[in-house]
């Protein structure tokens, strides 16, 4: 026996590993319109949607809803019990954990980081207190942020490379810095916005925005 398994190895290393995958697939859900790479692991009561692709070396845990033309890069971990919304992009090395959920057209660059407890320690088990962090529709994580647990990112806000969220972002904001500070705002083309002297923004769509009390609007 031991040397039919050393032959089979030995012959074609990558086979077994397919059908490790296979299994998975069949134990996750029945659809199967979407690329997961053949590295990466797909645990049961997965629920995967069209077009989405997962690539090398990632990991979804059980219960992980995952919406339509999303994409994992490499070295992802997502779940357990994570839902995260239709055409998210997820970029290499990053885990979002129990806890996180990702509305619709999110991106999370590069090694951004969640966190899920405040005052973690490797003796005290506290997964009875995970706190929330909701990434609301559109908004942008740069590579190497940290987005501290028990807060909200409001939609199509830009967080950038390395800031620190620690507190509740608005919509539309631009946020930079350790911890992270708001310098300015956003459009939902991602380009920041300037102000006329009548306070309006006319951004390289063609949108429009005003600042209406403290937060920034779409205006016709």
Not at 88 to 98: D, H, M, P
Not at 131 to 146: E, P, Q, R
Not at 154 to 182: T, W
């Amino acid at each position: 026996m031991k040397k039919k398994f050393e032959d089979l190895t030995l012959s074609n290393e990558r086979e077994p590993r397919r059908e490790i995958v296979k299994l998975l697939y069949q134990k996750s859900e029945t659809n199967t319109n979407y690329f997961v790479h053949e590295s990466s692991f797909i645990d049961p009561n997965v629920t995967i949607g069209d077009n989405t692709k997962i690539w090398h070396f990632s990991h979804i845990l059980p219960n992980t809803v995952i919406g339509k033309n999303c994409s994992f890069g490499q070295n992802c971990v997502a779940g357990p019990n994570v839902k995260i919304g239709n055409g998210v992009k997820v970029q290499n090395n990053v885990s979002i954990y129990e806890g996180v959920e990702i509305e619709d057209d999110v991106f999370l660059g590069p090694s951004m980081v969640f966190t899920n407890v405040i005052n973690p320690r490797a003796f005290i088990q506290r997964k009875d207190e995970f706190k929330k962090i909701l990434l609301k529709k559109g908004c942008s994580i740069g590579a190497n942020a940290t987005i501290v647990c028990g807060v909200t990112i409001g939609e199509y806000a830009l967080i950038g490379s390395g800031a620190v969220v620690n507190k509740d972002v608005k919509p539309f904001a631009l946020m930079v810095g350790v911890p992270a500070r708001q310098i300015g705002w956003v459009g939902i083309s991602g380009n920041t916005l300037t102000f006329d002297e009548n306070g309006v923004a006319v951004d390289s769509d063609g949108r429009k925005y005003a600042i209406i009390g403290d937060n920034l609007k779409e205006i016709l």
